[in-house]
């Protein structure tokens, strides 16, 4: 399975737009899907203590229902959400279909918590996506500034954007703003 993208480029797709393109039928949007999230569905019933051949059983599951009930995703911004319960309510179903009981290993990780590592990424690609659904200037600023592993100095990013040195910092400031709005309506809480 390919590493899912972790840089932006022109290609990336925010999720609305891959759940769109997957709709359409758009085979390399499919395959991005399942680079970006096949892991994520994987992981959850090798966490709650499936057999590998158990999780490729619900992977192949959650596969179908995805492929069957993906147009009826209302808030596309929350696909990860609606994979992990979609994933555990097929946990739920196989685990109601076997009758063999198992001694609890008290070594599995608590399946209805992520990883900090998962929790992390997810919320990298959150952030991201709220990037993208931001005008072209505040993406362009918030990329070159916070994503570009170039790191360019504030010089280099006013002349790059053809700005002066003076406004990077008060747009950097309303382009926060609207990063915190768009994340906000996306489900975000804000730490307290």
């Known amino acids: 399975m390919a590493a899912p993208k972790h840089a932006l480029s022109d290609s990336y797709l925010a999720d609305p737009a891959l759940v769109q393109a997957c709709i359409d039928g758009d085979e390399g949007a499919w395959d991005e899907f399942i680079a970006r999230y096949g892991r994520l569905v994987y992981s959850i019933p090798l966490r709650s203590g499936f057999s590998r051949d158990d999780a490729d059983d619900i992977f192949q599951n959650v596969c ?4 069957r009930d993906l147009h009826t995703l209302r808030d596309q911004a929350r696909l990860s959400s609606w994979l992990i319960t979609t994933t555990h309510r097929e946990c739920w179903r196989l685990r109601k279909r076997t009758t063999i009981h198992t001694t609890l290993d008290e070594t599995l990780v608590d399946a209805s918590t992520p990883s900090p590592e998962d929790v992390l990424r997810w919320e990298r690609e ?67």
């Open 64 to 67: 179908a229902i995805v492929l």
């Open 126 to 192: 959150q952030v991201r996506d709220a990037i993208w659904r931001l005008n072209d200037r505040c993406r362009a600023l918030l990329t070159a500034l916070f994503l570009d592993p170039d790191e360019p100095s504030y010089d280099e990013v006013a002349e790059r954007l053809g700005v002066p040195l003076g406004s990077i910092g008060p747009t950097r400031a309303r382009c926060f703003k609207k990063l915190e709005a768009v994340l906000l309506e996306m489900g975000f809480e804000p730490d307290r």
